[in-house]
């Protein structure tokens, strides 16, 4: 990993670049796929699942026998430790739950808010060089939480013509109502145009890479929602020279091996820890199974060192990561003020690794900066907040002059009358 002391503010942008395509780069190729899939429906998703994912399918559709088959092959353990997780993460989706709010603004003018689940939800599950089952925990747990009458399901095949066991095992622990072998790009288009195999829907969630997250704005333009534009994993450690210099460096590590095109940072305030660490980092890498991966994934990578606390606090802000762990002395004030973060990890004892898995939190989150205007995957993800009002005799006759002279200012005559008509029979 590269070590850059006490950097410029003017290079900050440059120095804290995603290692990314930009979204000109395969935008054309994003645009042929759903023109294709909108004009060609299932042949067209057959053609690119054959192109991209390299096997050819009889069907895309995932049955009630394939799922009863894959059951059998998870292992007795790994059912249970799903199910923990799945508990988990219930609990804490479940007390996300809001009750009605009711407001009587003005005397005989009741407004109110209630929220709705979005009827039908797309959940698309990467595959590529690792099936993230997890993430059907993720996106299923609070769509079932909130009440999404359909819950689709989009995963890539694997050379076999299979989804892996745990993914399909997951999907049916936690009410997803249909399956469907597709990934990529098509996945997206499928459940944004609709296809014979592929239900249309109002919202897709799930990250990806970066032909995925592209993608996924791209839907936006057809009427279809987005969770946020998920795309490669990153993680960003803040430590201080207290910290456990061989548990940094399994987290750094534990986010390399997502992808060649995930990033991981330090910044620190101790140049001893940041030389441990990163001797640490290669004596990990050494024995990783994913080494190929995480190896490039960590030449993307940075150990920063800065001088103080406020400038930590000031660069982590402008870098916005999707993970931020904190292992520092004074972790209250990393926590109190850090504005730009996905989902924060505290202390020595609470890998990142845990947020992906069982602690209860979503680990669907913003990257690539957008945790500046965007919120990670929550119960409300999968809901609308719609509002209701019901003004009475009393309260039109409360509000209605003020309604007419604002409408009036506005050149709306129109809305004045609906009000003006009201008042003038309720006065006679």
């Not at 009863?68 to 989706?93: G, S, Y």
């Not at 534009?229 to 940094?248: C, F, K, M, Q, R």
């Not at 002395?329 to 992906?356: H, Q």
């Not at 309260?395 to 004045?416: D, F």
């Amino acid at each position: 990993m590269k070590i850059i002391k006490n950097p410029n503010k003017s290079d900050w942008s440059d120095l804290l670049k995603r290692p990314t395509q930009t979204v000109d780069d395969i935008e054309g190729v994003v645009n042929e796929v759903f023109i294709d899939v909108s004009r060609n429906g299932d042949d067209a998703i057959k053609t690119y699942t054959k192109k991209f994912d390299g096997i050819t399918l009889e069907s895309n559709t995932i049955t009630a026998e394939d799922i009863e088959v894959a059951i059998t092959k998870v292992p007795e353990k790994l059912q249970k430790a799903i199910i923990q997780a799945k508990e988990n993460i219930e609990a804490f989706h479940e007390a996300q739950k809001t009750s009605k709010v009711v407001v009587e603004t003005s005397k005989g003018v009741k407004c109110w808010q209630e929220k709705r689940p979005i009827q039908k939800v797309g959940l698309y599950i990467p595959g590529g060089t690792a099936p993230l089952f997890s993430t059907v925990l993720m996106l299923a747990v609070p769509a079932q939480i909130a009440g999404c009458k359909d819950i689709i399901l989009c995963s890539p095949p694997n050379k076999q013509g299979k989804l892996a066991p745990e993914i399909l095992f997951a999907a049916q622990l936690c009410g997803v109502t249909k399956i469907v072998k597709v990934g990529g790009i098509q996945a997206i288009a499928g459940l944004t145009f609709g296809t014979e195999s592929i239900p249309k829907v109002y919202k897709i969630f799930g990250p990806g890479n970066q032909f995925v997250t592209v993608a996924k704005q791209l839907a936006t333009k057809y009427g279809v929602a987005i969770d946020m534009p998920a795309g490669p994993s990153e993680l960003l450690v803040v430590a201080d020279a207290t910290a456990n210099a061989s548990y940094i460096a399994s987290d750094l590590l534990s986010q390399a091996e997502h992808g060649t095109d995930s990033q991981v940072i330090l910044v620190s305030t101790s140049e001893v820890l940041i030389n441990d660490v990163s001797k640490e980092v290669e004596k990990q890498l050494a024995v990783l199974p994913r080494k190929a991966i995480a190896e490039k994934a960590i030449a993307n990578s940075k150990l920063i060192y800065v001088e103080d606390d406020a400038t930590a606090l000031e660069l982590i802000d402008e870098y916005g990561p999707e993970h931020y762990i904190i292992c520092c002395k004074n972790e209250d004030l990393y926590i109190d003020n850090i504005n730009n973060a996905g989902s924060v990890f505290i202390g020595d004892y609470t890998p990142e690794s845990a947020g992906d898995y069982a602690s209860g939190t979503n680990h669907t989150l913003p990257t690539n900066g957008f945790s500046k205007a965007y919120s990670g995957v929550n119960l409300d993800s999968f809901m609308k907040s719609m509002t209701f009002q019901k003004i009475s005799k009393e309260g039109i006759l409360n509000i209605g002059e003020t309604i007419e002279l604002m409408a009036e200012a506005e050149g709306l005559q129109a809305h004045k009358n609906a009000v003006s008509i009201r008042l003038k029979d309720l006065k006679n």
